[in-house]
Protein backbone atom coordinates (compact mmCIF):
# COMPACT_ATOMS: atom_id res chain seq x y z
CA UNK A 1 0.00 0.00 0.00
CA UNK A 2 1.25 2.99 -1.18
CA UNK A 3 1.97 6.08 1.92
CA UNK A 4 2.95 8.44 -0.13
CA UNK A 5 1.23 9.13 -3.32
CA UNK A 6 2.17 11.28 -6.89
CA UNK A 7 -1.07 10.72 -8.95
CA UNK A 8 0.44 12.36 -11.61
CA UNK A 9 3.21 10.69 -14.00
CA UNK A 10 3.82 13.83 -15.71
CA UNK A 11 2.87 17.79 -16.02
CA UNK A 12 4.00 19.89 -18.57
CA UNK A 13 3.95 23.69 -18.40
CA UNK A 14 5.00 26.63 -20.43
CA UNK A 15 8.25 28.78 -19.31
CA UNK A 16 7.72 31.53 -17.17
CA UNK A 17 4.18 29.88 -15.85
CA UNK A 18 3.47 28.20 -12.39
CA UNK A 19 4.26 24.94 -11.70
CA UNK A 20 2.10 22.75 -9.19
CA UNK A 21 3.47 19.43 -8.38
CA UNK A 22 1.31 17.80 -5.92
CA UNK A 23 1.50 14.98 -3.58
CA UNK A 24 -0.53 12.76 -0.75
CA UNK A 25 -0.16 10.85 2.08
CA UNK A 26 -2.07 8.39 4.14
CA UNK A 27 0.16 8.04 7.07
CA UNK A 28 -1.24 10.47 9.29
CA UNK A 29 2.46 9.82 12.05
CA UNK A 30 4.67 11.57 8.99
CA UNK A 31 5.57 14.58 10.34
CA UNK A 32 8.32 16.43 7.80
CA UNK A 33 8.12 16.16 4.36
CA UNK A 34 10.50 16.88 1.57
CA UNK A 35 10.89 17.50 -2.15
CA UNK A 36 13.63 16.54 -4.43
CA UNK A 37 14.30 16.97 -8.11
CA UNK A 38 16.49 14.17 -10.42
CA UNK A 39 17.90 14.67 -13.65
CA UNK A 40 18.67 11.42 -16.19
CA UNK A 41 21.42 9.95 -14.74
CA UNK A 42 21.90 11.51 -12.02
CA UNK A 43 20.94 11.22 -8.20
CA UNK A 44 17.99 13.03 -6.43
CA UNK A 45 19.26 16.42 -5.24
CA UNK A 46 17.36 18.21 -2.29
CA UNK A 47 14.89 20.26 -3.13
CA UNK A 48 13.09 22.15 0.07
CA UNK A 49 11.32 20.68 2.69
CA UNK A 50 8.67 21.23 5.58
CA UNK A 51 7.65 20.11 8.97
CA UNK A 52 4.15 19.59 10.26
CA UNK A 53 4.35 22.88 12.75
CA UNK A 54 4.26 24.87 9.24
CA UNK A 55 1.78 25.29 6.48
CA UNK A 56 4.07 26.78 4.25
CA UNK A 57 7.93 27.17 3.41
CA UNK A 58 9.55 29.35 0.57
CA UNK A 59 12.79 29.13 -1.12
CA UNK A 60 13.47 31.75 -4.14
CA UNK A 61 11.31 30.45 -6.88
CA UNK A 62 10.29 27.14 -5.00
CA UNK A 63 7.51 26.96 -2.22
CA UNK A 64 5.84 23.79 -0.57
CA UNK A 65 2.72 23.77 1.27
CA UNK A 66 1.15 21.10 3.76
CA UNK A 67 -2.27 20.96 4.22
CA UNK A 68 -2.50 18.18 7.29
CA UNK A 69 -6.28 17.79 7.54
CA UNK A 70 -6.39 16.96 3.63
CA UNK A 71 -2.89 14.68 4.41
CA UNK A 72 -1.63 16.76 1.16
CA UNK A 73 0.89 18.62 -0.12
CA UNK A 74 2.15 20.48 -3.11
CA UNK A 75 5.52 22.28 -4.55
CA UNK A 76 4.69 25.56 -6.86
CA UNK A 77 7.36 26.28 -9.02
CA UNK A 78 6.95 30.11 -9.72
CA UNK A 79 8.57 30.79 -12.86
CA UNK A 80 8.92 28.00 -13.99
CA UNK A 81 12.10 27.86 -16.34
CA UNK A 82 13.44 25.05 -19.06
CA UNK A 83 16.16 24.24 -16.29
CA UNK A 84 13.31 22.75 -13.78
CA UNK A 85 12.64 19.98 -16.08
CA UNK A 86 13.09 16.94 -14.09
CA UNK A 87 11.27 14.46 -12.27
CA UNK A 88 10.13 15.45 -8.89
CA UNK A 89 9.51 12.97 -6.01
CA UNK A 90 7.85 13.70 -2.82
CA UNK A 91 8.88 11.69 0.46
CA UNK A 92 8.23 11.99 3.95
CA UNK A 93 9.07 10.82 7.70
CA UNK A 94 7.61 9.93 10.74
CA UNK A 95 9.70 10.39 14.19
CA UNK A 96 8.32 8.52 16.15
CA UNK A 97 10.17 5.39 17.33
CA UNK A 98 11.12 2.27 14.67
CA UNK A 99 11.39 4.12 11.23
CA UNK A 100 12.43 7.28 12.10
CA UNK A 101 15.83 7.18 9.80
CA UNK A 102 13.76 6.01 6.62
CA UNK A 103 11.98 8.34 3.79
CA UNK A 104 8.96 7.08 2.11
CA UNK A 105 9.06 8.11 -1.74
CA UNK A 106 6.51 8.92 -4.01
CA UNK A 107 6.57 7.58 -7.60
CA UNK A 108 7.34 10.89 -8.93
CA UNK A 109 6.31 13.30 -11.35
CA UNK A 110 8.33 14.40 -14.33
CA UNK A 111 7.93 17.75 -15.34
CA UNK A 112 8.78 19.46 -18.76
CA UNK A 113 8.77 23.21 -18.88
CA UNK A 114 8.21 23.97 -22.74
CA UNK A 115 10.59 27.24 -24.05
CA UNK B 1 33.89 17.93 -2.72
CA UNK B 2 33.04 14.69 -4.06
CA UNK B 3 30.06 14.21 -1.45
CA UNK B 4 28.82 10.56 -2.34
CA UNK B 5 30.08 8.47 -4.83
CA UNK B 6 29.20 5.15 -6.27
CA UNK B 7 31.02 2.84 -8.25
CA UNK B 8 30.59 1.32 -10.22
CA UNK B 9 28.31 2.68 -12.80
CA UNK B 10 27.00 0.38 -14.58
CA UNK B 11 27.32 -3.47 -14.24
CA UNK B 12 25.68 -6.50 -15.83
CA UNK B 13 25.64 -9.63 -13.67
CA UNK B 14 24.32 -13.40 -14.54
CA UNK B 15 22.19 -14.72 -12.20
CA UNK B 16 23.86 -16.67 -9.50
CA UNK B 17 26.70 -14.32 -9.63
CA UNK B 18 27.76 -11.81 -6.71
CA UNK B 19 28.96 -8.33 -6.52
CA UNK B 20 29.24 -5.40 -4.30
CA UNK B 21 28.59 -1.81 -4.88
CA UNK B 22 30.58 0.34 -3.53
CA UNK B 23 29.62 3.84 -1.61
CA UNK B 24 32.02 6.19 0.03
CA UNK B 25 31.26 9.80 1.33
CA UNK B 26 33.54 12.98 2.32
CA UNK B 27 31.16 15.02 4.40
CA UNK B 28 31.93 13.12 7.36
CA UNK B 29 28.46 12.11 7.61
CA UNK B 30 27.28 9.72 10.40
CA UNK B 31 23.97 8.18 8.38
CA UNK B 32 24.01 6.33 5.44
CA UNK B 33 21.44 4.54 3.19
CA UNK B 34 21.27 2.31 0.40
CA UNK B 35 17.72 2.60 -1.80
CA UNK B 36 16.71 0.87 -4.99
CA UNK B 37 14.53 2.27 -7.76
CA UNK B 38 12.54 0.41 -10.38
CA UNK B 39 11.01 1.96 -13.26
CA UNK B 40 8.75 3.91 -12.76
CA UNK B 41 8.14 3.39 -9.04
CA UNK B 42 10.22 5.58 -5.58
CA UNK B 43 12.79 5.16 -3.82
CA UNK B 44 12.58 2.08 -1.81
CA UNK B 45 14.79 1.63 1.78
CA UNK B 46 17.07 -1.53 1.63
CA UNK B 47 19.28 -1.08 4.51
CA UNK B 48 20.63 2.35 7.13
CA UNK B 49 23.46 3.19 8.83
CA UNK B 50 23.66 5.12 11.79
CA UNK B 51 27.61 5.16 12.28
CA UNK B 52 30.61 2.50 11.77
CA UNK B 53 29.23 -0.84 13.25
CA UNK B 54 25.88 -0.06 13.36
CA UNK B 55 23.46 -1.14 10.46
CA UNK B 56 19.92 -1.76 9.99
CA UNK B 57 17.31 -3.05 7.82
CA UNK B 58 14.56 -1.36 5.51
CA UNK B 59 12.04 -1.81 3.74
CA UNK B 60 13.40 -3.96 1.04
CA UNK B 61 16.87 -5.91 2.70
CA UNK B 62 16.03 -9.77 1.36
CA UNK B 63 19.26 -10.59 -0.79
CA UNK B 64 21.56 -7.87 0.17
CA UNK B 65 23.91 -7.20 3.08
CA UNK B 66 25.56 -4.30 4.27
CA UNK B 67 29.11 -3.73 6.42
CA UNK B 68 29.65 -0.08 7.66
CA UNK B 69 33.67 -0.15 9.34
CA UNK B 70 34.15 3.18 8.49
CA UNK B 71 32.60 6.36 8.45
CA UNK B 72 33.29 6.93 5.14
CA UNK B 73 32.21 3.56 3.31
CA UNK B 74 28.75 1.64 2.65
CA UNK B 75 29.16 -1.32 0.65
CA UNK B 76 26.38 -3.18 -0.06
CA UNK B 77 26.80 -6.83 -1.22
CA UNK B 78 24.47 -8.79 -3.52
CA UNK B 79 25.39 -12.44 -2.97
CA UNK B 80 22.96 -14.45 -5.60
CA UNK B 81 22.20 -12.43 -7.78
CA UNK B 82 18.42 -12.91 -9.37
CA UNK B 83 16.88 -11.02 -11.90
CA UNK B 84 13.99 -9.51 -9.46
CA UNK B 85 17.34 -7.26 -8.33
CA UNK B 86 17.33 -5.61 -11.64
CA UNK B 87 17.27 -1.94 -10.59
CA UNK B 88 18.90 1.52 -9.76
CA UNK B 89 20.70 1.70 -6.80
CA UNK B 90 21.22 5.08 -4.78
CA UNK B 91 23.35 5.51 -1.66
CA UNK B 92 22.49 8.21 0.24
CA UNK B 93 24.33 10.31 3.47
CA UNK B 94 23.36 12.69 5.76
CA UNK B 95 24.99 14.41 9.07
CA UNK B 96 22.02 13.46 11.14
CA UNK B 97 19.19 10.77 10.79
CA UNK B 98 15.85 12.09 9.57
CA UNK B 99 14.46 12.29 12.86
CA UNK B 100 16.60 16.04 12.96
CA UNK B 101 15.18 16.96 9.45
CA UNK B 102 18.84 17.08 7.39
CA UNK B 103 18.33 15.96 4.28
CA UNK B 104 20.16 12.82 2.57
CA UNK B 105 22.43 13.95 -0.34
CA UNK B 106 22.61 10.59 -2.88
CA UNK B 107 24.95 9.44 -5.20
CA UNK B 108 24.72 9.39 -8.98
CA UNK B 109 23.47 5.08 -8.97
CA UNK B 110 24.59 1.96 -10.27
CA UNK B 111 22.71 0.97 -13.16
CA UNK B 112 22.53 -2.99 -12.38
CA UNK B 113 20.72 -5.40 -14.71
CA UNK B 114 21.04 -9.23 -13.59
CA UNK B 115 20.63 -11.71 -16.82
Known amino acids: DQQVKQNSPSLSVQEGRISILNCDYTNSMFDYFLWYKKYPAEGPTFLIS?????DKNEDGRFTVFLNKSAKHLSLHIVPSQPGDSAVYFCAASDHSGAGSYQLTFGKGTKLSVIP | NAGVTQTPKFRILKIGQSMTLQCAQDMNHNYMYWYRQDPGMGLKLIYY???????DKGEVPNGYNVSRSTTEDFPLRLELAAPSQTSVYFC??????????????FGDGTRLSIL
Open chain 2, 49 to 55: SVGAGIT
Open chain 2, 92 to 105: ASSSQGSLSNQPQH
Open chain 1, 50 to 54: ISSIK
